[in-house]
């Protein structure tokens, strides 16, 4: 498990009860930890930039595992760099609730907690938005993102430690491809695991959903290689797990199950 110790757990929760952002509900200035003193587990997850597939993958394990962690009584939090319209289409699209996320639009809690910008190499005469594009695109192919080719690969190769994604009677919309069906899958590779070509196709769909309202997803492409955070603590405040990400791809220690560390 990537746990921080307990020493530095004060400090980080000291951090998020002190922070206030933009709730995305109501478009309000509220503290983000606002009505989270009476649970048995805090969720909080610092998110990069709203368009980054990395979150929606996220909010999509959220919304799959809902059940399980409602039964656990976990409440979750989440920042992530954007403004209200960024918030509003993102929760759309994957059902994360809106009262539960905020938006940091300059990324200044990232920085407080001395999260990884990711790769932020100088390029004479290109301009911010530019130099962040091109170490993107760089880091998309694994510099200074350690891990991510092997996680692409494993998203067409398939993964027998991951469960099923796609129920054989759901069909996939809202990708390039024709509709595809579950059963497609089952018919490539077997069930009850990680199909070859599975996580890759609802990759696609997040890809296919963020290209197409960019200007909402990402209004400052500033900080398209910052990266985030997901830190997990008890009733007393007191930090029983942390995952700080080290690159695209990379927002969970065990990305064929990125929630298992709450039922550990």
């Not at 746990?3 to 478009?27: E, F, N, W």
């Not at 959220?62 to 319209?85: F, P, S, V, Y």
């Not at 985030?228 to 065990?254: C, K, M, P, V, W």
């Amino acid at each position: 498990m990537n746990t921080q110790t307990s020493s530095l757990s004060p400090d980080i929760y000291s951090i998020l009860s002190q922070t206030q952002r933009l709730r995305v509900s109501d478009g309000e200035i509220k503290p983000v930890l606002d009505g989270c003193s009476h649970t048995s587990k805090l969720l909080v997850l610092i998110w990069s930039q709203l368009g980054d597939f990395d979150n929606l993958e996220y909010a999509w394990w959220l919304r799959k595992e809902k059940e399980q962690i409602q039964a656990r009584g976990i409440t979750i939090r989440a920042i992530g760099i954007g403004d209200r319209n960024s918030g509003i289409k993102f929760c759309e699209y994957t059902g994360f609730p809106q009262e539960w996320l905020f938006v940091d639009a300059k990324a200044q809690i990232h920085s407080l907690l001395g999260l990884y910008r990711g790769l932020s190499l100088q390029f004479p005469l290109l301009s911010t938005s530019q130099k962040a594009w091109l170490n993107l695109m760089l880091m998309c192919a694994g510099i200074g993102s350690p891990g991510t080719l092997k996680e692409v690969f494993r998203g067409y190769k398939g993964d027998k430690k991951a469960p099923q994604l796609i129920a054989d009677d759901e069909v996939v919309r809202g990708t390039p491809l024709p509709p595809i069906k579950g059963a497609f899958f089952k018919a490539a590779g077997g069930k009850s695991f990680q199909r070859p070509f599975e996580l890759a196709t609802l990759r696609l769909r997040n890809m296919t959903e963020v290209l197409s309202n960019w200007k909402i997803y990402v209004p400052d492409s500033s900080y398209l290689t910052q990266r985030g955070a997901t830190f997990l603590f008890d009733s007393q405040g007191q930090l029983i797990y942390s995952h700080r990400d080290r690159g695209i791809l990379g927002f969970a220690e065990n990305m064929s199950n990125p929630l298992s560390f709450l039922y550990e």
